[in-house]
């Protein structure tokens, strides 16, 4: 795999061979890997090679569904999620309240992660890949302040 890097406008300026260790993360915008380009890319526009740009949406689909995931488990992990989808069904009405609360929240964040999805997907440039975020705590500040332990011991109808 050869490490190729650019500027955030897509420009190939170097093309190295696989023996140098580029790093190849969102927080290096500029670096990429492809096993399908060669020096004689140098001064080519990657909106002109698709298989690079694939390449770079693949790795930023799954780092944004990574994202999604450990910032929702990160407030309620997944046992919490599933003890409270169980208490939507079999909880009083105080405890289904609560759930929906957290509920809403969580599909706000997930509404959200779609979207970036779907701007993802439709993408046709690196730059506009790079556009996009894959930071949720934005929705910190809409997080209800309720943990399973209070919706357990609500009380209710």
């Known amino acids: 795999m050869k490490a190729i890097y650019g500027k955030t406008d897509g420009t ?13 993360s969102r927080n290096d915008r500029g670096i990429y890997q492809s096993d399908n380009l ?19 949406r693949d790795e930023y689909l799954s780092e944004l569904s990574s994202a999604i995931n450990e910032y929702i488990t990160s407030h309620y992990s997944l046992g919490s999620q ?21 509920w809403d ?4 964040a997930l509404t959200e992660y779609y979207s970036r999805k779907e701007s993802l997907q439709t993408a046709l440039t690196v730059p506009e890949i790079f556009a996009v975020s894959d930071d ?20 209710g109808e």
């Open 12 to 24: 190939i300026l170097d093309v190295q061979p696989d023996s140098v260790n580029f790093p190849n």
């Open 38 to 56: 060669t020096e004689s890319d140098i001064g080519k526009n990657l909106t002109e090679i698709s298989g690079a740009i694939e390449a770079v």
């Open 82 to 102: 599933q003890t409270m989808t169980d208490l939507m069904i079999t909880g009083n009405s105080a405890q289904q309240a609560l759930v929906a609360q957290v």
């Open 105 to 108: 929240w969580r599909q706000a």
């Open 136 to 155: 949720f705590v934005s929705f910190d500040t809409s997080k209800p302040d309720i943990d399973l332990s209070a919706i357990l011991t609500a009380t």
